[in-house]
């Protein structure tokens, strides 16, 4: 089955202690990206990457860090998470040619809260 | 850099009403358009897209959307509701330029009655 898994899908973690939410597709697909979700705003990007070893900021990057050493995993970091960090992340993927019309494929959510 | 605005962010119709949510976006070229849905505790899901071509598309589970460049709109529509249609529902957007990033709106969450 194709899917978009992420883990773990609940986190609740304090100021500033180092976490790693991992995602991983089975889709052999080069792009992949991470979102969060905050009430009223819907989703914002905050990085992405177009395939292994590239890499780029979304639209929220402050305090993330990402990698992309295989194909099919894209781990977010936040190496000091803080309480504006609370929010609900998706990670998706889709295939990509230049254009953008790939539909995307999302994960099942990681809802963090820090305290 | 563009933008989608969603207008309601609750909408609540009756069963077997019409289900209308409305999207309209900034952007000084087409965009690629798209609706998303998001059931309790899940990932998004595509209900449809607009790319090129035909403006009226239709997506799954009966929902429509037509791309009106006039104005630029991206308005979802279902004839006749349903229980399990209550989710929040996303629109975005994406630019050719900007390869696959997608802008969303705010979301509507839509609450069905019986």
């Known amino acids: 089955e194709a899917q978009v898994t992420q883990n773990p899908r609940y986190l609740i973690t304090v100021t500033g202690k180092k976490l790693t939410v991992t995602c991983s597709q089975n889709m052999n697909h080069e792009y992949m990206s991470w979102y969060r979700q905050d009430p009223g705003l819907g989703l914002r990007q905050i990085y992405y990457s177009m395939n292994v070893e590239v890499t780029d900021k979304g639209d929220v990057p402050e305090g993330y860090k990402v990698s992309r050493k295989e194909k099919r995993n894209f781990p977010l970091i936040l190496e000091s998470p803080s309480p504006n960090q609370t929010s609900l992340y998706f990670c998706?993927?889709?295939?990509?040619?230049?254009?953008?019309?790939?539909?995307?494929?999302f994960g099942p959510g990681t809802r963090l809260t820090v305290t | 850099a563009q933008s989608v605005t969603q207008l309601g962010s609750h909408v609540s119709v009756s069963e077997g009403a019409l289900v209308l949510l409305r999207c309209n976006y900034s952007?000084?070229?087409?965009?690629?358009l798209f609706w998303y849905v998001q059931y309790p505790n899940q990932g998004l899901q595509l209900l449809l897209k607009y790319t090129t071509g035909a403006t009226l598309v239709k997506g799954i589970n009966g929902f429509e959307a037509e791309f009106k460049k006039s104005e630029t709109s991206f308005h979802l529509t279902k004839p006749s509701a349903h229980m399990s249609d209550a989710a929040e529902y996303f629109c975005?957007?994406?630019?050719?330029?900007?390869?696959?990033?997608?802008?969303f709106g705010g979301g509507t969450r839509v609450l069905v009655k019986p």
């Open positions: 998706a993927s889709s295939s990509y040619l230049a254009g953008g019309s790939y539909e995307q494929y």
């Open positions: 952007s000084s070229v087409p965009p690629y």
């Open positions: 975005a957007v994406s630019l050719k330029a900007a390869g696959n990033k997608l802008t």
